[in-house]
């Protein structure tokens, strides 16, 4: 049996603090059966567990030492959650607030992964979110000193894309040449998407009307961090800029910049098929004045350093919007 000795007569603290008898740290045992957000929980908000067939009613949370108990909770009583047929107890430790890093632990099944309460906990996943986008974009080198150990060359300059057949028309024929670099990769290929990526552009654009204060303070350490925008709002740019190549003259916005066919399992500098822009259509137009509009809203906070862009952003807007209204009456 595991046996707890109190300590709390022997000093004061705010919460009773237990230390694990020889015995009970003999039958501890790190398992995958106590499951929680290992990044870890915000002082004041929601802590919880999920314990996989609990031995005990009882759970501690522990001082990442494994000894210095900090908060004692009762598990709910198991049930089978339907979708993996396991039975499931629920701890919750919301009342503990104190930062730090910690363990929960059960008695005979062991103890959890560690876990952080603090603070701007989930900063670091924010910045690898966005930075995420650093690493997917195209048309420049991803130096070491942005990248680490992703560096590397840069893959599709696209500053000789053409137009297909299915996009031709009588201004810009087939294999009429336009340029049309930056932008991101899509998920899996080396493919530029308006509607893909102007969903996380949308996203992300959100992000910083909605949470201003905190987007005007993200240091993403990419190539722009040392002007004076946002480092967030310079990443939105990188794709906001080839978005707008992909604007034919009447305002139609072409679907995608794509090669014949997916590249194989190659670097992107090593990927070298022709490239083309293919059909416009009105879900793309809609996406892009939708976005347009919205990017020509926020950047025009930054007309100084960014002369004229709010502006292109708005009529380019307009532009699709109506194409798109006249293409749909056809």
Not at 141 to 151: I, M, N, R, S, V
Not at 185 to 193: E, I
Not at 300 to 310: A, F, M, N, Q, T
Request: hydrophobic letters at 40%.
């Amino acid at each position: 049996m595991i046996k707890l000795v109190n300590i709390k007569k022997l000093a004061l603290f705010s919460l009773p603090i237990l230390l694990l008898t020889p015995e009970a740290q003999s039958q501890s045992k790190l398992t995958e059966d106590i499951r929680l957000n290992q990044v870890g929980f915000y002082p004041s908000g929601p802590k919880t567990a999920v314990v996989v067939d609990a031995p005990s009613d009882k759970f501690y949370v522990l001082k990442d030492n494994l000894k210095d108990t900090v908060f004692t909770g009762q598990l709910t009583p198991g049930v089978v959650w339907e979708h993996s047929k396991e039975n499931v107890s629920k701890a919750d430790f919301s009342k503990f607030k104190t930062p730090g890093t910690y363990r929960v632990f059960v008695p005979k099944l062991g103890y959890s992964f560690p876990f952080e309460i603090k603070d701007q906990v989930l900063l670091p996943v924010a910045k690898g979110s966005v930075r995420g986008y650093y690493y997917q974009r195209a048309s420049i080198d991803l130096l070491p000193e942005f990248a680490g150990k992703w560096a590397r060359p840069a893959g599709h300059p696209d500053d000789k894309v053409m137009v297909h057949g299915s996009a031709a028309t009588a201004t810009r024929p087939e294999k009429f040449e336009i340029s049309s670099p930056r932008g991101w990769y899509d998920a899996g290929d080396y493919n530029k998407y308006i509607v893909n990526s102007g969903i996380s552009t949308y996203t992300l654009l959100s992000i910083y009307e909605h949470f201003p204060k905190f987007a005007d303070t993200l240091k993403l350490n990419i190539p722009e961090s040392k002007n004076n925008i946002p480092d967030l709002l310079d990443e939105i740019l990188w794709n906001v800029r080839w978005m707008l190549t992909m604007q034919d003259q009447d305002g139609g916005v072409y679907h995608k910049l794509t090669n014949p066919s997916f590249d194989g399992y190659v670097m992107p500098a090593d990927a070298k098929a022709p490239r083309y822009v293919v059909q416009k259509g009105t879900a793309a137009s809609l996406d892009f004045a939708a976005v347009t509009a919205q990017a020509a809203r926020v950047f025009s906070k930054y007309k100084k350093e960014l002369p004229g862009l709010s502006d292109s952003l708005k009529n380019a807007a307009i532009k699709a919007y109506a194409w798109a209204k006249k293409e749909s009456k056809r």
